[in-house]
C-alpha cells in the first residue's frame, strides 16, 4: 500500500481499532504518514459472515469518502 500511495494512487488499509495505533506507526516507517486507516470494531478474525458484512459497511462509507475527497 505504501508504494501505492507514493505513486499518487487513493489507497487505504483497513485496521481494527485495536491495531490503529501500530497502523499509523506503520504508515509513518514506510513513508507514508498521511496513508488512511479505515477503521472496523475488532476482531475481523474468526468472524460469521455477518459479522464481516458489518465490518465492511463500517470501512464502505469511510472509503468512498476518501474517494470523494480525492475527486474534488
Known amino acids: 500500500m505504501a508504494e ?10 483497513v485496521c481494527s481499532n485495536a491495531f490503529l495505533k501500530l497502523g499509523q506507526t506503520q504508515a509513518k516507517i514506510f513513508g507514508v ?3 488512511p486507516l479505515l477503521v ?28 470523494q475527497e480525492h475527486v474534488r
Not at 4 to 13: D, Y
Not at 41 to 66: C, I, M, Y
Open 4 to 13: 501505492l500511495r507514493k505513486r499518487g494512487l487513493i489507497t487505504a488499509v
Open 33 to 35: 504518514p498521511d496513508l
Open 40 to 67: 472496523i470494531q475488532h476482531p475481523l478474525g474468526g468472524l460469521d459472515l455477518d459479522s464481516v458484512k458489518g465490518r465492511a459497511e463500517v470501512a464502505t462509507p469511510q472509503f468512498v469518502k476518501l474517494i
